[in-house]
C-alpha cells in the first residue's frame, strides 16, 4: 500500500494515480446513489421474470403475469365490434337504397365507409377521393361505370378489369400498338375528339376522324360521343377526362386503349364494410 495521499486545495484524499504531476482524487459515488443503482437491478429482475423480456430460439420469455399486448388488444376490438354489433347487422340486413332513409345507419355507414376509405382505396383515389390521372374522381357527377348506388357497390366489389368473373370489363381497342389505325387516322381522330368540347385545331382532320369516329367508335362512346356506362367507355364531350383532354393524351388513349384497373375488394374487405363503402361513395357528392 502506499501512503496517502491528501489534495492540498480541496482537502480530498487522491486514489495514488497520477498523469504528468495531475492526481485523481478518491470522490466514490454517493451511498444513496449506488443503492438505487441495486434497486433498479433488482426491480429488473422483478419485472423479467412478471413480464415477457427476453427473446429464445423459438419465440421470448413469456413472464408469471401473462401479460400480452396483443391479447389486450384483442380483447379491446372485439369489445368494440359486440358495441357496434346491432349496427352491422342492421346495415347488412338494410337494403342499399333505404340506408339513407335511417339517419342513424347512414352516420354508421358514412363513419365505417369513409374510413375503410382512407386505409384502401386513397392509395389510388386520394385521400378527398378527388383522383389523379387515371385514377377517377369520385366526387364529381361523371362516372364510367354508372353513378347509382348499386353500380358503385358492383365497382367496389368486383373491380374494373381485375380479373373477377364478374369484375366490371370491357377493353378499349390498341388502334395504335395493334396497327387497327395509322398515326394520320388516329391524329385525325383526335381532332374530331377535341372538336366535341370545341378545341380542335384543324377542322379538315376533324371532318376526316368524324368518318373514323362514327365507324370505330361509336359502338361504345355512342353517336354523340357521351359515352356508355355499361361499357365504361367515358363520355368525351365534357370537360373531365380521365387521362387528360390535351391531344397528345388523346392520341395516347387512342393509341393504348388504356385499360386502368381497379382491384375487386370482394373477400378483402367484409360485407358490411363494402356496403358501407357504397353508401360513402354515393353521397360524395355525385351519386345518382
Ligand atoms: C390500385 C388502385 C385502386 C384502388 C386501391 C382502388 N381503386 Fe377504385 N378505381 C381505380 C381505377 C384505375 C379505376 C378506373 C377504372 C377504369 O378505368 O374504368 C377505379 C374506379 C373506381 C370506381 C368507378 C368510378 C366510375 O367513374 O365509375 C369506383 C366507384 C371506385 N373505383 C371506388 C373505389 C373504392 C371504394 C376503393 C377502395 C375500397 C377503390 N376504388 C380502390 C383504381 C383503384
Ligand atoms: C370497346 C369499346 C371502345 C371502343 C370501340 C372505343 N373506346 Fe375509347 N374508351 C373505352 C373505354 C372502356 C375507355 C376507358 C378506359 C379506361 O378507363 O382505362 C375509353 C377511353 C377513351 C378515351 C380517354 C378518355 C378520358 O377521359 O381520358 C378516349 C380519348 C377514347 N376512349 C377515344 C376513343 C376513340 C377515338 C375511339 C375510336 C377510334 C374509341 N375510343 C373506341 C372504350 C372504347
Known amino acids: 500500500m502506499t501512503t496517502k495521499h491528501v489534495d492540498h486545495v480541496?482537502?480530498?484524499?487522491t486514489t495514488g494515480h497520477e498523469w504528468d504531476g495531475i492526481r485523481e482524487l478518491n470522490k466514490p459515488l454517493p451511498r444513496w446513489w449506488v443503492w438505487t443503482f441495486?434497486?433498479?437491478i433488482?426491480?429488473?429482475i422483478g419485472y423479467w421474470v412478471a413480464?415477457?423480456?427476453w427473446p429464445t430460439l423459438v419465440g421470448y420469455t413469456k413472464g408469471v403475469l401473462g401479460y400480452s399486448q396483443r391479447a389486450t388488444v384483442t380483447e379491446e376490438v372485439a369489445t368494440a365490434r359486440a358495441a357496434q354489433g346491432s349496427r352491422r347487422e342492421a346495415l347488412a340486413s338494410t337494403p342499399l337504397d333505404q340506408i339513407k332513409a335511417n339517419p342513424d345507419l347512414l352516420r354508421f355507414a358514412m363513419a365505417g365507409g369513409g374510413a375503410a376509405f382512407g386505409t384502401n382505396c386513397a392509395p389510388c383515389h386520394g385521400r378527398s377521393a378527388q383522383g389523379f390521372v387515371g385514377y377517377p374522381n369520385l366526387n364529381d357527377d361523371d362516372w364510367l361505370w354508372g353513378g347509382k348506388i348499386d353500380e358503385i357497390y358492383k365497382t367496389i366489389q368486383y373491380g374494373v378489369r381485375s380479373g373477377h368473373k364478374q369484375a366490371q370489363d370491357s377493353q378499349m381497342p390498341k388502334y395504335g400498338i395493334d396497327k387497327l389505325l395509322d398515326d394520320k387516322q388516329i391524329d385525325d381522330t383526335a381532332e374530331y375528339v377535341l372538336s366535341l368540347t370545341g378545341k380542335a385545331t384543324n377542322t379538315a382532320a376533324a371532318e376526316r376522324g368524324k368518318k373514323i369516329f362514327a365507324e370505330q367508335c361509336v359502338s361504345c362512346h355512342a353517336e354523340d360521343g357521351k359515352?356508355?356506362?355499361?361499357l365504361g367507355a367515358p363520355n368525351l364531350t365534357d370537360a373531365i377526362w380521365l387521362?387528360?383532354?390535351?391531344?397528345?393524351?388523346?392520341v395516347e388513349s387512342i393509341r393504348t386503349g388504356r385499360g386502368g384497373v381497379m382491384p375487386a375488394w370482394q373477400g378483402r374487405l367484409d360485407a358490411v364494410t363494402l356496403k358501407a363503402l357504397a353508401v360513402y361513395v354515393h353521397?360524395?357528392?355525385g351519386g345518382r
Open 51 to 53: 413480464y415477457p423480456a
Open 38 to 40: 441495486y434497486a433498479t
Open 243 to 250: 387521362y387528360g383532354g390535351e391531344k397528345p393524351a388523346i
Open 227 to 230: 359515352g356508355k356506362a355499361d
Open 10 to 13: 480541496t482537502g480530498v484524499e
Open 283 to 285: 353521397s360524395l357528392g
Open 42 to 44: 433488482i426491480w429488473s
